[in-house]
């Protein structure tokens, strides 16, 4: 097939017009509010619905792993999530108050979290896929008050932590009898608590290069930016049936898994299982997707299975298939055109901006490899920062830091305790993403990389220090090096280099016994995948670890800067 640089879009055979960009105010006027006065998330997605036209539409359509099928209205979610509301405020939730939950993609997950936000409670959904210390970190430094969560996960990843976080005042297993007596026993109807738009709703840990993981603080105000791209980026109609196939324990699974699809009011579905190419595909034709939004780990997982896997499906209802959280090969957009007569959509944002900031839109035309262009009432650019300022490349083509006119309503509004980090993101008025990048004369981003050590695998945010400190734990272990090795289906796999203390020697029993601690500790999602022994690991002269040149070595690239390098590492 010929490749040219663009592919060009017609609204012809469509049978809805790809929605025109919305500005914030339209959005805004686009919400109810709370009767009364306020703002309040879980009201604009469900209750609002449940009291009005969408009342019986199905808000989400569970499908379990093991054949089960549930659908739920927006009545049943408003009822059911009131229910949780009721039962936060009788464990002694109130405003502000941490709301953990921890289950698999299973149907309660969502009232669970819809009932915290209308308790005004700050909810953290949480990857199941952790491993207890993961968990720990983050409930510790949320100062979590309650956590949702089910006797299974509980004694395997909860039970052995559960002494080290002192603010935990409850759990609740939603499948024990107590649980299931509270909820039955609560009413059906809660008043929501009255919060403003500043407001606190989620706190949504990523990482960084340095320390354990930040908590970055959203508010309530953000459902009007979850509104618009809703339509524009993800093309979101009415009648549609969205899939976004991102697990509610990312930030992606909630603003467009939970928030997003329920404030415009469309059916989501939900699948329980884990990635598998048949089911998938199945998932696709069966429940007649419009709107699928997924992640380029997964397309690169089903390129392996090749085009007539997907072509052999009549998919007559997909109409827009959207990607985040990694960049999309151009393979991967052309793949699309052949596998489903549609190209991939890659969008671009990241926990901090709390929805989709840069997006190949429906109406627009696309270029394979590119973000797309930033939204309407996004300003993004392209800068340089330096101890004398920030400077802003014009030029088309020039490398620097992604940033953003700092102002959006989604933007996050701290990261939790820690004012000063949250403080150095900004500058001149513009937040700084972390990302480099370039623009091309037409508008259109392409994203180049990461400007810190953070890894990127399957679509997950992997910071190497809380990697390094679990394997530091090991008796064997003195020292740790963590970085991202590339690799061509899930974008990077976690790779550690550890010096071992002395009295211990390299074995291939040894490196197994750190792997196993290693998943042990982190959870499957963390753990690194392959693990070398070093005798000695480079370190800038103030003594950090250079993961950078770590990365160099193993990939036998240029080492560049090594300056700061310590003497003979
Ligand atoms: P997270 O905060 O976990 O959602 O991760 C955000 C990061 O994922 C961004 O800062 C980027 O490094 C990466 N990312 C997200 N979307 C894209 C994309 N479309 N292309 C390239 N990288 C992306």
């Not at 979610?77 to 939730?93: K, W």
């Not at 996050?412 to 403080?423: H, I, N, P, Q, V």
């Not at 550890?498 to 601690?517: D, N, Q, T, W, Y």
Request: hydrophobic letters at 45%.
């Amino acid at each position: 097939m010929e490749r040219p640089p663009i592919i060009r879009k017609s609204a012809a055979g469509r049978r809805v017009p790809p929605s025109a960009p919305l500005s914030w105010d339209e959005a805004r006027r686009r919400l109810a509010g709370l009767p009364g006065g306020g703002l309040n998330i879980a009201h604009e997605a469900v209750d609002r619905h449940a009291t009005g036209r969408l009342a019986d539409r199905v808000a989400i359509r569970w499908l379990g792993a093991s054949g089960a099928r549930r659908e739920i209205t927006y009545r049943e979610l408003a009822a059911l999530s009131s229910r949780f509301a009721h039962v936060y405020r009788s464990l002694g939730v109130e405003k502000g108050d941490a709301v953990f939950v921890l289950c698999g993609r299973i149907p309660e997950l969502y009232a669970a979290v819809l009932g915290g936000l209308k308790c005004g409670a700050a909810v953290s959904p949480l990857f199941a896929a952790f491993g207890p210390e993961p968990l720990k970190t983050r409930i510790k430094l949320g100062r979590g008050k309650v956590l949702v969560t089910t006797e299974a996960l509980y004694e395997r990843k909860v039970k052995k932590v559960a002494g080290d976080m002192p603010t935990l005042a409850h759990v609740l297993a939603l499948d024990s009898a107590e649980a299931s007596s509270m909820l039955r026993s609560a009413s059906e109807s809660f008043e929501i608590e009255r919060t403003t738009p500043d407001d606190i709703s989620f706190l949504h840990f990523t990482s960084g290069t340095t320390g354990m993981p930040k908590g970055a603080q959203h508010v309530h105000g953000a459902v009007v930016m979850h509104c618009a791209s809703a339509k524009v980026a993800l093309d979101l109609h009415d009648e549609d049936i969205f899939w976004c196939t991102a697990d509610p324990g990312w930030v992606t699974g909630t603003s467009y898994g939970i928030v997003a699809p329920l404030v415009q009011g469309v059916t989501s579905v939900v699948d329980e299982a884990e990635f598998d190419a048949e089911r998938w595909y199945s998932i696709l034709e069966a429940e007649k997707v419009a709107v699928w939004y997924t992640a380029p780990t997964a397309i690169r997982m089903l390129m392996k299975g090749g085009a007539g896997a997907a072509k052999r499906r009549p998919l007559p209802a997909l109409r827009f298939i959207a990607s985040v959280g990694e960049p999309l090969n151009p393979e991967a957009v052309w793949w699309g055109m052949d596998a489903f007569g549609l190209p991939i959509h890659d969008n671009w944002w990241q926990t901090e901006t709390g929805g989709i900031m840069i997006a190949n839109t429906a109406a627009m035309d696309v270029k394979p490899g590119s973000m797309g262009k930033p939204l309407a009432g996004v300003e993004a650019a392209i800068a340089r920062r330096s101890e004398r300022g920030m400077r802003l490349l014009e030029g088309p083509g020039e490398e620097g830091e992604l940033v953003l006119r700092a102002g959006w309503p989604a933007m996050f509004r701290g990261y939790l305790g820690e004012e000063e980090r949250y403080r150095r993101c900004f500058a001149d008025g513009w937040y700084f993403t972390g990302d480099l990048a370039k623009r091309d004369a037409d508008g259109y981003f392409w994203f180049v990389g990461r400007a810190d050590d953070v890894i990127k695998s399957a679509g997950h945010l992997i910071g190497p220090f809380e990697v390094e400190s679990a394997l530091m734990e090991h008796a064997a272990v003195a020292e740790a090096g963590v970085i991202g090795k590339p690799d061509p289906v899930v974008g990077e796999v976690v790779m550690a280099f550890v010096m071992l203390k002395s009295g211990f020697e390299p074995s291939e029993e040894l490196r197994l016994a750190i792997l196993g601690h290693a998943r042990r500790r982190l959870g499957a999602a963390v753990a690194p995948k392959e693990i070398a022994f070093a005798t000695a690991l480079p370190r800038t002269r103030s003594g950090k670890i250079m993961r950078r040149l770590l990365k160099a070595r193993e990939l036998g690239l240029p080492e560049g800067d090594t300056s700061m390098l310590e003497e003979g590492a």
